[in-house]
T-cell receptor
Framework: GAVVSQHPSRVICKSGTSVKIECRSLDFQATTMFWYRQFPKQSLMLMATSNEGSKATYEQGVEKDKFLINHASLTLSTLTVTSAHPEDSSFYIC???????????FGQGTRLTVV | AQKVTQAQTEISVVEKEDVTLDCVYETRDTTYYLFWYKQPPSGELVFLIRRNSFDEQNEISGRYSWNFQKSTSSFNFTITASQVVDSAVYFCALSPEETSGSRLTFGEGTQLTVNP
């Protein structure tokens, strides 16, 4: 399958700072990327869908001003957690799709801890 | 709205036992995709299977097998002769056909522990 790389794999930041997480498709161009969040011992919840060159579509209840998503190229999407707070501590994982009617491939995930 | 239910929160078995993980789903779509993923402690999601709703054939891959019953909206996963390395959280997921399995609704997951 295709390779999706996420960076960093772990990050610890201070409350009030911003953190950027990168999701890259290494061997294919991803027209669409998805961002999920997983709290400890819970399921994965879709946060937003990002399409290259356009604004992201956020799921209900996800603050778009807090979770900034940029998909400026066909191989890179970024998620920026702005003014992070301890309750934002979670596992964030992205997936990327080549085009419609193809499955998505997942990155390795980023474990964010806000102290 | 779509929903996936994995009623078994945790399962513990002894190595070499067979174990079945249940998955029941709800959707109004007539066509959709179903998935199983494995999540080891490291966190990454390991893809196991994708099944289109119009393909009700059961599938076997090594020690893994899947039983898709559209009539009962279930997509159960069986591991035969379980091994310690099978210990992980297993997620069942559902996606509308038009997204082809890229926009997923996950179940709550089943923590499987295989003891030596």
């Amino acid at each position: 399958g295709a390779v999706v790389s996420q960076h960093p794999s772990r990050v610890i930041c201070k409350s009030g700072t911003s953190v950027k997480i990168e999701c890259r498709s290494l061997d294919f161009q991803a027209t669409t990327m998805f961002w999920y969040r997983q709290f400890p011992k819970q399921s994965l919840m879709l946060m937003a869908t990002s399409n290259e060159g356009s604004k992201a579509t956020y799921e209900q209840g996800v603050e778009k001003d807090k979770f900034l998503i940029n998909h400026a190229s066909l191989t890179l999407s970024t998620l920026t957690v702005t003014s992070a707070h301890p309750e934002d501590s979670s596992f964030y994982i992205c997936s990327a799709r080549v085009r419609l009617n193809t499955e998505a491939f997942f990155g390795q995930g980023t474990r964010l801890t806000v102290v | 709205a779509q929903k996936v239910t994995q009623a078994q929160t945790e399962i513990s078995v002894v190595e070499k036992e067979d174990v079945t993980l249940d998955c029941v789903y709800e959707t109004r779509d007539t066509t959709y995709y179903l998935f199983w993923y494995k999540q080891p402690p490291s966190g990454e999601l390991v893809f196991l299977i994708r099944r289109n709703s119009f393909d009700e054939q059961n599938e076997i891959s090594g020690r893994y097998s899947w039983n898709f019953q559209k009539s009962t909206s279930s997509f159960n996963f069986t591991i035969t002769a379980s091994q310690v390395v099978d210990s992980a959280v297993y997620f069942c997921a559902l996606s509308p056909e038009e997204t082809s399995g890229s926009r997923l609704t996950f179940g709550e997951g089943t923590q499987l522990t295989v003891n030596p």
